[in-house]
């Protein structure tokens, strides 16, 4: 029921539900606590497109100097996922994806395209939302903000739609 | 920014990201199981956050400062027309792809190249938006006080 499975990453055993949602919830409240500025991600998406475009919507994000943040944070993932790669049975490029290739069973370059697609509608997806998982489904909620839940209930169901279309639907379950 | 803040923000990123990493958040299945509603892990995880985060954050809120002093600069997430529509394409684009945009980074960290292609497709999206957006303004209907968004 929770978390019974291993993780596609060296066959880790999950850590506990309750205990990843209390230190994602010691992330965001030490974040706007000590550092000030409030848990998200996407709006980094953007951070980094105003590094190199000159466009007027990135021109604005740019002069906001707010967000240099983002950065820096955005790197602590990247490294995080090498560290937990090399400290538990060691970091090889891979591109397994569990259901994915048992049921869909597509080639590399199909999988890149997938993949890249699917990217298409979070980029464009979450900065027209104003937030993802992270920035909505958990800042948002956390503060009473009612469009994050009206967000949330989007992506959500929407996720949900789409997962049942591909593994239920069309690849039959 | 000072080098220290960026410190700051790289350790916590790695937290998270960490957290991210070792839960069952930025792995396809768990995120394909969550959606079929065959186990509860994610969902546990994000109603967990919420449920441990919201009562501190609203006494935060509340005394409205920092532990610095400064006045809290706490978010705005304003409704417009594109939450929902944005929304929906999120949740198509992270069933897809098995990720939502911090997973996608942890991924790439853990070595999964697919995490490459859809990065690279979020950053597209990102800046599509960015492209589009002054068009969109009209139809977003974005709050006054909220232009920024």
Not at chain 1, 88 to 117: A, E, I, N, R
Not at chain 1, 144 to 167: E, H, N
Request: net charge positive; with cysteine.
């Amino acid at each position: 029921m929770f978390g019974e499975y291993p993780l596609i990453l060296n066959d880790l055993t999950p850590i506990h539900w309750a205990l990843t949602g209390l230190m994602i919830a010691g992330v965001v409240v030490g974040m706007q606590w000590f550092l000030n500025r409030s848990f998200g991600i996407s709006s980094g998406l953007e951070f980094l497109c105003a590094l190199g475009s000159k466009a007027p919507h990135f021109r604005q994000v740019a002069q906001d100097r707010s967000g240099a943040w983002r950065l820096p944070f955005m790197v602590g993932l990247v490294v995080a996922g090498a560290l937990s790669a090399i400290t538990s049975g060691g970091w090889h490029l891979m591109g397994d994806s569990g259901m994915l290739d048992q049921v869909v069973g597509l080639s590399d370059p199909q999988k890149f395209l997938w993949m890249f697609g699917g990217g298409l509608c979070i980029g464009f997806g979450t900065r027209l939302a104003g937030g993802c998982t992270s920035g909505h489904g958990i800042f948002g909620i956390s503060t009473f903000q009612w469009p994050s839940l009206v967000a949330t209930l989007s992506f959500m169901g929407a996720g949900a739609g789409t997962t049942f279309l591909i593994y239920r639907v069309l690849n039959g379950g | 920014m000072k080098n220290k803040e960026r410190l700051s923000f790289l350790i916590l990123g790695g937290i998270f990201g960490w957290i991210l990493s070792r839960s069952g958040a930025s792995d396809y299945d768990y995120i394909q199981r969550m959606f079929l509603l065959e186990d509860f892990q994610l969902f546990g995880i994000i109603g967990g956050a919420v449920a441990f985060g919201a009562p501190v954050l609203w006494w935060l809120k509340r005394q409205g400062k920092s532990y610095g002093g400064q006045p809290l600069d706490l978010s705005r997430k304003p409704y417009h027309r594109g939450v929902i529509p944005g929304g929906i394409l999120f949740g198509v684009g992270w069933s897809i792809t098995g990720m939502c945009p911090g997973p996608i980074l942890v991924n790439m960290g853990e070595g999964k190249w697919t995490a490459f292609a859809a990065f690279f497709g979020a950053v597209c999206g990102a800046y599509l938006y960015g492209l589009l957006r002054p068009s969109m303004s009209r139809f977003l209907q974005v709050p006054q006080g909220d232009q920024g968004i």
